[in-house]
């Protein structure tokens, strides 16, 4: 009986406690599960914690720069495009024509082919500037986001990079080319990402997908429902000492109601329940690490070896051929995308993150490549191999596990005229004095980005400090001991009746 009465006291109290986060969890894993729904949707940044508002460029506002004048420069990243001078004085607005949004406006990058024309791509389109707006280019039967546009060999046209496909746009005829495998290349993907994608379904495509959502909703269902049964016997005893036993009969219609769907969602569906608490948990500290470090043999309908790997592309004049970054690492690709590519070393390379590459730009004078992410700039000599840190200038060592460093670059600019680059860190800024618009710090945050922020557990790192890397392992080795307290606690109440009939029968 002590046992019965302590699963009923932690299913009682602490499930009240996790049903507030339950209801967070749901609410935002269906927005992340809906990207294309919600990503003209914004919030205010004013509703988040400080180290999320905008200040001196930093939360990835900026990732890149042309020059496009005598004195103009065209700033891009996720706060859209800026038209601005190259002391960075005046500002103006360059996003007409490009889709309401700040999701919408998450520009990849910005290229001039030799007619003088601009492209730039964000998240899910291509645009084409003519006149004072900018005109979307529909890419044929692409569904999925936009990597990244690049200059072709000979800067009369563009080449596109979706995360799986290669398109080739000249005088106004797009071309869709997929990239070979290597010879010998067996596809391969990290266990972290399987449990990923069944964690949101994604795994068994759009049914899988809307499968996830019903478990949120049966989730916010027994978390709404607990909290009514919390409430309702309070309700109900204030009600009988002022004797007003209608509103009591009321009351207590509405306990039984609750109790009897709270019971049977959550018993009928514990296995679907544990499933998405257990995998969730296993995408955060500690338990991802294994499982970011376990390779596991990629299962794809798709003849496409590359589906979902593609995050950047730039042709290198040196070697003759396209330089692509890939979540497998870099590879050299030649001119039309028809021979076996050749994989770069990953000690011949630089450490990038898995966020992807943030930072990719030819530095003319050295002749090398200044590659970023989250995981340091770096200085690279492709024919070399030599990797250097670009702060440091120490040879790269690959030494860390973590998926980030210190400098957690999120752009670059030379198109300033301070005698020096500028290099945008995530989290400080620019790296040098450089005056922000009032537009930009009152740059909105996607809705889509909120709830990614909310469900992986970030925005609580002000009030949990370190411990917030472990909140969502915590909170889903919580939700799971409530799921399961519920499931024995009503089985045994089962039992216990079935054991009545069967003695009273007797």
Known sequence: MRRIITWKKYHRWIGLIVSVFMLIFCVSGIILNHRQLFRSCDVDRCWMPSNYHVANFNNGVVKGSRNIGADSVLVFGGAGLWLTDTKGEQWHDFNEGIDVGADNRNIRNVVKTKDGRLWCATQYDLYCREGKNWKKIVLPNNEERIADVCLAKDSTSIIVLSRSKVYMVLDGAIKTLTIPAPTGYNPSTTLFKTVWQLHSGEYFGMAGRLVVDAIAVVLIILSLTGIVIFLLPYDIRRLKRKGKKNSMKSRGRQMVWNMKWHNRFGYSTIILTLWIAITGMCLRPPLMIPLVMKKISAQTDSSNVWHDKLRAIRWDVAEDCWIVSTSD????????????????????????????????????????????SFSGLYRWNIMSGRVVDYFSHKPNTQSSMRPVSNSQVSGYSNDFSLGIPIVFDYTKGASEKLQMPSEIANAKMSLWNIALELHVGRCYSPFLGPISDLFVFLSGLIISLTLLSGYIILRRQRNRRKAKVISVKQ
């Open 329 to 372: 690492g870099f590879m050299l690709v030649d001119e039309n995308f028809v021979e076996p590519p050749m994989q770069i070393a990953k000690h011949k390379a630089p450490t990038v993150s898995p966020m992807g590459v943030t930072v990719f730009e030819k530095d003319s004078a050295s002749d090398e490549w200044i590659v970023g």
